[in-house]
């Protein structure tokens, strides 16, 4: 770039508030899911480099090249600008909370358009193709608000819907849960079957009670498949669960593939409450945080 520059962007966590997996396809399974980002995020510093393009995460948790925002850029396709750019971690890893997807999609965009800015835009399909080829969660990271999700995760549909008022409390065990072991866990017990109208009904269901901060409707719809094999190998995470609701979470959730659980209270001074009287353990990590659309 010519000009210096240093810009920070918010990468939000994500929350699968209903999360169906089918049959695979190919090597990737079918997804039925509804997301809805988090007030949670990473923060991305974006900053003129005369070293080139590289990508940092403070204190090292993740190495460049296994990081996605490295491994996205290098996707995109397009001559990197000279960035340097730096990921200040606030999502914790192999949580269920999408924090390498959301910061693949956010690097993404930003280089998009500083390459636009520089007057050598991307090809229109290129960001969506290094999203898809990095991970099947980037493509809804670039799609803003509360969406339903299909296919291997290509195909998102966004419900435009104002975030409803309600707390949630983040509570992830220091056992962590990779995203593919949570799917061979999930096979073992079975061919997953495919999705119908029942299925596709009830993600829009729980679309339209979130949209009308229908508390009441929204937690009787939350759903994850990979709760019960997850916890079964995991017993920290039912613990988890277990915890939420001793503090007076109405509904609690595995996030994701795990192994953060999300418990849900009406508003945030309840949520501030529960977690007031939460004991962590060594190793646990916990946060109160709400819905961001």
């Known amino acids: 770039m010519k000009t210096a520059f240093t810009t920070t962007r918010l990468a939000h966590a994500k929350l699968n508030i209903r999360l169906e997996v089918g049959p695979k396809t190919g090597v990737l399974h079918a997804?039925?899911?509804v997301i809805a980002p988090l007030e949670l995020a990473d923060e991305i510093q974006f900053a003129s480099s005369p070293a080139g393009f590289s990508v940092r995460c403070e204190g090292e948790v993740i190495a460049e090249r296994d990081n996605l925002a490295w491994r996205a850029a290098q996707a995109f396709g397009s001559p990197l600008p000279e960035v340097a750019v730096t990921i200040r971690k606030r999502i914790p890893l192999q949580a269920g909370l999408g924090g390498g997807s959301t910061d693949a999609a956010q690097t993404l965009e930003t280089l998009a358009q500083l390459?636009?800015?520089?007057g050598q835009p991307p090809h229109p399909d290129a960001i969506a193709k290094a999203a898809i080829d990095i991970g099947s969660d980037v493509p809804a990271a670039l799609v803003p608000g509360l969406k339903i999700v299909g296919g291997v995760g290509d195909r998102?549909?966004?419900y435009p819907a104002a975030?409803?008022?309600w707390g949630i409390v983040l509570l992830k065990p220091a056992t962590g849960s990779e995203?593919?072991?949570a799917y061979a866990l999930l096979d073992a017990r079975g061919p997953r079957p495919p999705f119908g109208e029942r299925q596709l009904g009830r993600a829009r269901a729980i679309c339209a009670a979130f949209a009308s901060s229908d508390f009441d409707g929204f937690v009787?719809?939350?759903h994850n498949d990979f709760t019960d094999p997850?916890?079964?190998a995991m017993p920290d995470v039912?613990?988890?669960r277990g915890r939420l609701d001793e503090i007076g979470a109405r509904k609690t959730l595995l996030c994701g593939s795990g192994s953060c659980v999300a418990g849900f209270f009406k508003d945030l001074e309840q949520a501030r409450s529960g977690h007031a009287r939460l004991t962590l353990g060594e190793g646990d990590w916990c946060t109160v945080t709400r819905f961001h659309v």
């Open 31 to 33: 997804v039925l899911s």
């Open 115 to 118: 390459l636009r800015e520089r």
């Open 156 to 158: 998102v549909t966004p």
């Open 163 to 165: 975030a409803p008022p």
């Open 179 to 181: 995203t593919a072991r």
């Open 220 to 222: 009787d719809l939350l």
């Open 230 to 232: 997850v916890e079964s």
């Open 238 to 240: 039912a613990s988890a």
